[in-house]
Each structure stands twice: as structure tokens, then as C-alpha cells.
């Protein structure tokens, strides 16, 4: 079987457990959503990717840019404390859980890898940790649901910082009479500009599916809710 990727949503791939404000498919136990519900979603998730609930691996994520590897020996039942996940092992599912910031999710050959980007991960360089771990084969790269280079509005002092990094900024279109123009940064587009600057081998595929998580009411959003679920980006090394 090839290497798969899936991204979930508040009702995908089943209807969740999960009541609100985290309704229906909440994924992450750090959000204060009912334990039991939570670990309801995760295996219903993990079986509707054909895995066991110890394939499928979750991190403890702190918007860093650590970066670890699950191997056979590896157990799922650990908490990873980092924000990218990779494996050379068959059989295996890497999560990443986001409400906004980026799932990104490569798949090669013989490597696939899941990584949590947001604005503080994108600074710390950990897009360009992945790429160097992933330049011994052609791959492809996923980005699931995020907020949007025009709803990711941010100060100005930071869209500068990202400008001097050559990240992708812009102006909101947001405003209105209470709403001043505000400065925006563009997360996806920032990671295709990275992939396409720096990777050393082929890029077989890099998009993002354009789902924006701040509009689309399918998707968690921190920043629309602040108190929400998880969803997840899966990436599952075949066999
Ligand atoms: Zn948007």
C-alpha cells in the first residue's frame, strides 16, 4: 500500500464524540474537551485509516521546531513534546493538530514526515528542518486547513520581521469602520516559498488545499473561537 495522507475536520472522517464548544471531531486532550471523547475521536480516526490506536502518533506541541523520529520501538502511549514527527517505518501515522497554524505533511518514498507550522515555527526555521531531513528522496507536500494570508491579520512589527525573511505579507481586506487595515501574514504561501527556494530534490507535488480555517465553520479556529477543538493533518507510511 502507498503512503496516504488525510486531512480531518469537525464531521471527517466520522461524526465525533466531542459536544461544544469542541463539537463534534476534537482530536487534542490539551483543550479542556471530555478525555473520553477525545479518545473516542482519535481511535475512530485511527480505524478509519486502517491503523491501531499505537500506529498512530500525536505530539505534545509547543510551536518549536523540534523535529523527532518514531521507529518500530517507538510508543505511541509517549508524549513527543515537539512539533514534526517523521518515520522510515511501515504501518505508522503521524498527526500533527492545529486550529489555524499549518498541518503540513511530506511524503516520500521511503520518509513521510508531519510538521505543526505556525508564525513562531515558520520563524524558528522548521520547514527548513523538514526539507533537510527529506533530501534523499523526491517527495510531495501537503498543507491542509489554515487561516489565510488575508484573514491572518498581524502587528506590523512581525509582518516586517517576515518581510525581511522573505515570508509572504500583505494588507487585510478585512477593515471596516470599526476595523482598521491591518498588516497580514500568509503562512501557506510562506511554506510553498520556502519548499520551492530551498529543497534540494525534487518536489514532486506542494500545495495547499485552500481551505481557510478562520472562514470555513468546518474547521477549528483559534483565533474566530478561542476556545476550541483540534483538527488533524495524517500522514501514514504505507507498507
Ligand atoms: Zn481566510
Redesign the pocket.
Known amino acids: 500500500m502507498e503512503s496516504s495522507f488525510f486531512f480531518t475536520s469537525r464531521t471527517s472522517p466520522a461524526s465525533g464524540r466531542s459536544s461544544p464548544p469542541y463539537d463534534q471531531n476534537n482530536l487534542a486532550t490539551h483543550v479542556g474537551d471530555d478525555l473520553d471523547c477525545v479518545v473516542a475521536n482519535r481511535a475512530a480516526l485511527a480505524g478509519a485509516l486502517a491503523l491501531k490506536k499505537e500506529q498512530l502518533f500525536f505530539m505534545n506541541q509547543v510551536h518549536g521546531s523540534t523535529i523527532i523520529e518514531i521507529d518500530s520501538t517507538s510508543d505511541s502511549d509517549v508524549i513527543h513534546e515537539c512539533d514534526g514527527l517523521i518515520t522510515k517505518t511501515p504501518g505508522v501515522g503521524l498527526a500533527v493538530l492545529v486550529a489555524d497554524c499549518a498541518p503540513v505533511l511530506f511524503i516520500g518514498a521511503t520518509t513521510v514526515a508531519a510538521i505543526h507550522v505556525g508564525w513562531r515555527g515558520l520563524f524558528d526555521g522548521i520547514v527548513e528542518k523538514a526539507l533537510a531531513l527529506m533530501t534523499h528522496e523526491p517527495f510531495a507536500l501537503h498543507i491542509g486547513a489554515t487561516?489565510?494570508?488575508?484573514?491572518?491579520e498581524v502587528a506590523d512589527e512581525l509582518a516586517e520581521r517576515a518581510h525581511a525573511r522573505g515570508f509572504v505579507v500583505g494588507r487585510s481586506t478585512l477593515a471596516s469602520d470599526n476595523h482598521p487595515e491591518r498588516s497580514t501574514l500568509d503562512i501557506p504561501q510562506s511554506i510553498l516559498g520556502i519548499v520551492k527556494k530551498q529543497s534540494v530534490v525534487e518536489v514532486l507535488n506542494a500545495e495547499w488545499n485552500g481551505i481557510?480555517?478562520?472562514?470555513n465553520q468546518d474547521y477549528y479556529s483559534f483565533r474566530r473561537e478561542r476556545i476550541t477543538g483540534r483538527q488533524a493533518g495524517v500522514v501514514v507510511h504505507g507498507s
Request: charged residues 10%; hydrophobic residues 10%; glycine residues 10%.
Open positions: 487561516i489565510c494570508g488575508n484573514c491572518y481557510c480555517t478562520y472562514e
